[in-house]
């Protein structure tokens, strides 16, 4: 595309209208689709910088506290992203077939399932919040600082799934630019009020970690808020109605076993995840809160990844509901070489220039060495991961949610929990044996991947 051309569909994307991406060029479809979800994720990855950077400013055990929790939390955002997953899958494929009406109930019966399981899971974390944090092997002065974090961040998860499960809808719909301004209301309050609460100002006396639970749930808030606005003003294709506002079981039957998939596979990688914070906590706070922060920057950098493979998601679904499954799959090849080549840049800075990145988030030494460790070694499995997550996605949208948690399954437990293990505790590598693990099986994934979606079963799912 001209220069011109492409700055002009730039503020077009932006600007957001619904429109039929079953049609025309699949470059100006992903270009469209992609740009909104991009931004996105570009304030999504912000907030998880600017979080920690305050946080990190309160002590090592306030960003240790967060990595536990967000580790916990991660398996309240499964289930969430489960069940966006479904209804991007169900709902994309019902706009191909130009069905909007069906659509529309789809998207309520998603809301009534997020919104069942998150207040579940809440009643549960409120109760047991310093019991989860001694669970994680967090010590007595971890859980004394960061239990009220914790407490607030878990028992206020429907706020979170109501964001994923809204902003699903509105990506499906081929609308990204809601979900868009969504996350750039609720992230961008969230980085205004992070110090105000963390730290203090005028009458707001500062709570440490804890005011970075109140400045998220207030942020997240607003902009489920805005979400709802949009869905009842008439500003989507989406419509709530009074006769949808009731449950339908057929439809949620449906959507269950495509959410269960979905969240399958994240449930896997999040309790992979889990135990591998587990395995790093035995090398002391100093590992955990290095590896957070530079967990933290790899998601700065890999969310805009993640919002091109959510454009091909949504993309592969509106075109298998019009019955093209071969620019589902062009869409696909397009929008996973276009990741490779970004996130290959990203890796080559991150392995030049990793210690003066991290140096900007922490003064303390042991912990700049162990987040420049962290940040280098899993820098060499980004190219495997562009392709991994794109293709994954591409599953998803489809409503093939079994195929990634499958291979979620193989690669992570089978494989990445005993070797990490094995690598780090048994043969002497420390935290250096978890992150080549994680490399290697990053790299196994990829391929398998790849040789599965050649296949080609996928175009034949019916949601």
Same mark, same amino acid.
């Given at each position: 595309?001209?220069?011109?051309?492409?700055?002009?569909?730039? #503020?077009?994307?932006?600007?957001?209208?619904?429109?039929?991406?079953?049609?025309?060029?699949?470059?100006?479809?992903?270009?469209?689709?992609?740009?909104?979800?991009? *931004?996105?994720?570009?304030?999504?990855?912000?907030? @998880?910088?600017?979080?920690?950077?305050? &946080?990190?400013?309160?002590?090592?055990?306030?960003?240790?506290?967060? %990595?536990?929790?967000?580790?916990?939390?991660?398996?309240?955002?499964? &289930?969430?992203?489960?069940?966006?997953?479904?209804?991007?899958?169900?709902?994309?494929?019902? !706009?191909?077939?130009?069905?909007?009406?069906?659509?529309?109930?789809?998207?309520?019966?998603? &809301?009534?399932?997020?919104?069942?399981?998150?207040?579940?899971?809440?009643?549960?974390?409120?109760?047991?919040?310093?019991?989860?944090?001694?669970?994680?092997?967090?010590?007595?002065?971890?859980?004394?600082?960061?239990?009220?974090?914790? +407490?607030?961040?878990?028992?206020?998860?429907?706020?979170?799934?109501?964001?994923?499960?809204?902003?699903?809808?509105? /990506? @499906?719909?081929?609308?990204?630019?809601?979900?868009? /301004?969504? *996350?750039?209301?609720?992230? %961008?309050?969230?980085?205004?009020?992070?110090?105000?609460?963390?730290?203090?100002?005028?009458?707001?006396?500062?709570?440490?970690?804890?005011?970075?639970?109140? @400045?998220?749930?207030?942020?997240?808030?607003?902009?489920?808020?805005?979400?709802?606005?949009?869905?009842?003003? %008439?500003?989507?294709?989406?419509?709530?109605?009074?006769?949808?506002?009731?449950?339908?079981?057929?439809?949620?039957?449906?959507?269950? +076993?495509?959410?269960?998939?979905?969240?399958?596979?994240?449930?896997?990688?999040?309790?992979?995840?889990?135990?591998?914070?587990?395995?790093?906590?035995? #090398?002391?706070?100093?590992?955990?809160?290095?590896?957070?922060?530079?967990?933290?920057?790899?998601?700065?950098?890999?969310?805009?990844?993640?919002?091109?493979?959510?454009?091909?998601?949504?993309?592969?679904?509106?075109?298998?509901?019009?019955?093209?499954?071969?620019?589902?799959? /062009?869409?696909?090849?397009?929008?996973?070489?276009?990741?490779?080549?970004?996130?290959?840049?990203?890796?080559?800075? #991150?392995?030049? #220039?990793?210690?003066?990145?991290?140096? *900007?988030?922490? @003064?303390?030494?042991?912990?700049?060495?162990?987040?420049?460790?962290?940040?280098?070694?899993?820098?060499?499995?980004?190219?495997?991961?562009?392709?991994?997550?794109?293709?994954?996605?591409?599953?998803?949208?489809?409503?093939?949610?079994?195929?990634?948690?499958?291979?979620?399954?193989?690669?992570?437990?089978?494989?990445?929990?005993?070797?990490?293990?094995?690598?780090?505790?048994?043969?002497?590598?420390?935290?250096?044996?978890?992150?080549?693990?994680?490399?290697?099986?990053?790299?196994?994934?990829?391929?398998?991947?790849?040789?599965?979606? /050649?296949?080609?079963?996928?175009?034949?799912?019916? !949601?």
């Amino acid at each position: 595309m001209r220069l011109q051309e492409t700055i002009k569909l730039f #503020f077009k994307a932006v600007k957001g209208e619904e429109m039929d991406y079953t049609k025309g060029t699949l470059k100006r479809a992903l270009f469209l689709l992609s740009i909104p979800m991009i *931004l996105e994720m570009i304030m999504e990855s912000l907030f @998880a910088i600017v979080d920690v950077f305050f &946080v990190a400013k309160v002590s090592n055990n306030a960003v240790a506290t967060i %990595g536990i929790t967000e580790g916990l939390l991660m398996l309240v955002e499964s &289930v969430a992203i489960g069940i966006a997953m479904a209804a991007t899958a169900m709902v994309s494929r019902r !706009v191909g077939e130009k069905n909007t009406k069906e659509a529309s109930k789809v998207a309520v019966q998603a &809301v009534f399932l997020g919104v069942v399981v998150s207040l579940i899971t809440g009643v549960l974390a409120f109760h047991y919040a310093e019991e989860i944090l001694q669970l994680m092997g967090a010590d007595a002065d971890l859980v004394a600082e960061g239990k009220t974090y914790t +407490r607030i961040i878990l028992s206020m998860n429907f706020i979170l799934m109501l964001l994923f499960v809204f902003n699903g809808i509105f /990506r @499906a719909a081929g609308n990204p630019a809601i979900a868009m /301004r969504t *996350l750039w209301l609720s992230n %961008g309050l969230n980085i205004i009020l992070d110090p105000i609460f963390i730290f203090g100002i005028g009458p707001i006396t500062g709570m440490g970690v804890t005011g970075a639970a109140v @400045a998220t749930c207030i942020g997240r808030g607003s902009g489920v808020m805005y979400q709802l606005y949009v869905l009842f003003s %008439g500003g989507s294709l989406i419509k709530v109605y009074k006769e949808y506002l009731r449950p339908h079981y057929g439809i949620m039957q449906r959507m269950g +076993r495509v959410a269960a998939g979905g969240a399958g596979q994240f449930l896997i990688s999040t309790a992979s995840w889990i135990f591998l914070i587990k395995i790093l906590a035995e #090398f002391g706070s100093s590992v955990l809160a290095g590896y957070t922060i530079g967990l933290r920057i790899i998601i700065f950098s890999i969310l805009p990844s993640w919002g091109l493979a959510m454009a091909t998601a949504t993309l592969v679904g509106q075109n298998l509901g019009a019955k093209q499954p071969d620019r589902a799959e /062009r869409t696909v090849w397009m929008a996973s070489k276009y990741n490779a080549l970004f996130l290959l840049i990203v890796s080559g800075i #991150f392995i030049f #220039f990793s210690h003066p990145i991290v140096s *900007l988030f922490t @003064a303390d030494p042991a912990v700049i060495a162990e987040a420049t460790l962290c940040l280098v070694i899993l820098s060499f499995g980004y190219v495997f991961f562009a392709y991994q997550m794109t293709i994954n996605q591409a599953f998803n949208g489809a409503g093939d949610t079994y195929t990634p948690t499958v291979i979620s399954f193989v690669v992570m437990w089978l494989i990445q929990i005993p070797v990490a293990y094995l690598l780090a505790l048994k043969l002497g590598y420390g935290s250096k044996g978890v992150y080549l693990t994680i490399v290697l099986c990053n790299a196994l994934a990829s391929m398998i991947s790849v040789y599965l979606f /050649r296949r080609g079963t996928w175009k034949t799912m019916v !949601v």
